[in-house]
Structures are given as structure tokens and as C-alpha cells.
């Protein structure tokens, strides 16, 4: 199982103990929000934080056993995954990062080669296709290009786009 989808349970399953919690037991949000994080694989928690709350203790209590199969799930996940919950969550945090650069980066590149694809497309004009068409063609090849660069071969951009944009 990919480290998203991973994270992606975690969260679905957070958010039903914190439904479970503030919505039927009438925990504050904020208490939830202060004390839980940290504590999810801790199945003593909820029964610590009943005996701490006269206010809603008692439904807590009743509670119990909902959002310790929810904890339960969640210590599973962290047992697939061998990896704490919070370290976890940290990689995927650094994953859609490094994927954000990347797109951002693939995005100047492909900015930055458009007068390449144009100057391509001005010598096939004559070839039965519209010089439109060419271009947006030449758009996708350079699109392409981009995708399945290596710059570690030692190529220029531009120079490996050419054959994918004609």
C-alpha cells in the first residue's frame, strides 16, 4: 500500500474517533484536537481523558469501545507501514512537496521550450496540417519530452524535444 493512501486511512480514521468524540460525546473540539494527536495508538487514552471530564466522562465512557476499535486500526496501519503514524504523516507531507516542485519545475520547462515547438511547426507548415494544429501537436510531443527527460545523460532540453515535437 502506497504512503498516501496509507495517510489517506489515518485521516478518515482520526476523523471518525474525533466525530465519535465531539459529536456524540460532546467533547470539546479543541480538547480533542489539544490531547489526541500523539496519543492515537494509545488505547488508555479515552479512558484517561473520561475519568479527567465530569462534563463529558460519562459518554466517554460509554464511548469506549468505538474509538478504541478506531485506535485499533490505527495501530494496524502503523504495524503495515512499520513507521510511527506521525513519521508517516511527515513523509507524505515531504512526498507532496517534492511532487508540487516537480510539477512547478516541469511546468517552467515546458514555458520555457514553447518558442522551440513554434520554430518546429514554422518549417511543417506546408505539409496539409494547419499551423494551429501543428503547434498544439508539437505541445503535447515537448510535454512528452518533458516527462521522459534525463538531464543526467547529458542532453539539452531542447535538443531531445526536437525529435518528440516533429
Known sequence: MQVQQQVAQVREIERRALQIAVDRCGM??????????????????????????????????????????????????????????????????????????????????????LR????IAKKYVNCGMHFLDLIQE???????AVDKFEYRRGWKLSTYATSWVR
Open 28 to 113: 470539546p473540539r479543541e480538547k480533542f484536537v489539544e490531547s489526541f494527536p500523539g496519543q492515537e495508538t494509545d488505547l488508555g487514552w479515552t479512558g484517561r481523558m473520561a475519568t479527567a471530564s465530569n462534563k463529558y466522562g460519562a459518554a466517554l465512557e460509554r464511548s469506549l469501545p468505538a474509538i478504541q476499535a478506531e485506535q485499533e486500526k490505527l495501530i494496524e496501519i502503523e504495524a503495515t507501514a512499520v513507521l510511527p503514524l506521525q513519521q508517516l504523516k511527515k513523509i507524505n507531507r515531504q512526498m507532496m512537496a517534492a511532487e508540487s516542485k516537480m510539477r512547478q519545475a516541469k511546468g517552467e520547462m515546458i514555458e520555457a521550450n
Open 116 to 119: 522551440l515547438v513554434i520554430s
Open 138 to 144: 508539437g505541445n503535447i510531443g515537448l510535454m512528452k
